[in-house]
């Protein structure tokens, strides 16, 4: 699948629920209203679309949320999806987790091909970890990550700097990741969706984490690329990567490789705009696969050429209504 502007897209993306068992503050309201069940793809309608873009040239796949291991039976979806890892067809399964059930599905995980995951994790600090997550227990989250590690799963931490909230415990973060083994990416905040609160409190633009860390640590720039947003460096002291997601302060479009599918099947060809293509009727319209394909090929002719975030104003509206947990990040 080539775009207009003559990118390979070979990553999807794929948010298997919008619910979560978490409410962290830069992602969800307290409040959240869910999609009615009704309006969310089985999970064998799932298997069909994921296979489809698999058919067309899809390399790697994520499974995402909201919170993918809260999703009822997930496991039957990754069990049914690893054929194509032993088929050859798919290089790479994977999740984003916020790792609060991993301790009971990190083996079955591992059995189904899974061999990385990222798991998010905000503050190593029980308290502030349940003030952020709201509903999260930190001691959870770490039992998980151990079992995912034991199990033999490489992982990689996913932490959102947020101002006067984690910036100071950001270096104490890439030292526990350096002494357990695991990579790291630091995420800048994204203006989507209403969580109820003012996100220029929370906005703390990386290119100053980045010069802080320097003080500390010794970082070069690696030319490590993923097709994503991340830029990464390999911390001299810890002897792990590091990558830094920074849509706000850098453009990162030109390399995008990938497109975002919800559980309602409403594929986003950018993360960052707000034109979408819908792939449930298509694919409920007949048993065979020609009108779905038909509606791939023509949404990833409309990929656009990039996004325009902006949080320079306070108060000002999320740039895009939708939140996180709809595309997965
Ligand atoms: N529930 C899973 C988790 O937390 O890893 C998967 C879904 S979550 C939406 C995926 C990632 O998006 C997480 O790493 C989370 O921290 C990040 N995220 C959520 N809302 C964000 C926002 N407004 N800006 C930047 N990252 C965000
Ligand atoms: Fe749930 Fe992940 Fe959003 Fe937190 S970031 S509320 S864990 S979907």
Not at 98 to 108: F, H, P, R, V
Not at 110 to 138: M, P, Q
Not at 158 to 185: H, K, P, Q
Request: glycine share 8%; with cysteine.
């Amino acid at each position: 699948m080539i775009d207009p502007f003559g990118r390979e897209v070979s990553y999807l993306r794929v948010s298997v629920t919008d619910r979560c068992d978490f409410r962290c503050v830069y992602c969800m309201s307290e409040n959240m209203t869910f999609l009615p069940k009704a309006d969310v793809l089985s999970l064998e309608e799932l298997d069909r679309l994921c296979s489809a873009f698999v058919r067309n040239g899809v390399r790697k796949l994520r499974l995402t949320g909201g919170e993918p291991l809260v999703r009822r039976n997930i496991m039957s979806l990754f069990k049914n999806l690893s054929r194509h890892l032993v088929s050859g067809d798919l290089e790479e399964l994977t999740l984003t987790t916020n790792g609060s059930q991993l301790a009971k599905y990190a083996t079955e995980l591992v059995d189904c091909g899974i061999r990385r995951i990222n798991v998010s994790l905000d503050s190593l600090n029980a308290d502030k970890f349940k003030e952020l997550t709201r509903w999260g227990e930190l001691d959870k989250v770490l039992a998980g990550i151990r079992a995912a590690k034991a199990a033999g799963l490489a992982i990689k931490i996913n932490t959102v700097a947020l101002s006067n909230f984690n910036e100071d415990e950001i270096e104490d973060l890439i030292r526990w990741c350096g002494d357990e083994g695991y990579d790291m990416t630091l995420i800048e905040t994204m203006p989507l969706g209403d969580i109820g609160g003012d996100r220029i409190e929370q906005y703390l633009p990386l290119s100053k984490v980045r010069a802080k860390l320097e003080n500390t640590f010794t970082l070069t720039d690696i030319d490590h690329k993923s097709g994503g947003p991340a830029r990464y460096v390999d911390v001299k002291e810890t002897g792990r990567m590091l990558g830094f997601i920074t849509p706000l302060t850098h453009n990162f479009c030109e390399g995008c490789n990938r497109v975002r599918l919800t559980c309602t099947g409403t594929l986003y060809m950018c993360l960052g705009q707000d034109d979408a293509a819908d792939l449930r009727a298509p694919l409920r319209a007949s048993e065979g696969d020609d009108l779905l394909d038909a509606a791939i090929t023509e949404a990833i002719g409309r990929k656009p050429k990039g996004h325009d975030f902006v949080i320079d104003r306070a108060g000002q509206a999320p740039a895009l209504a939708r939140h996180m947990s709809v595309t997965g990040g």
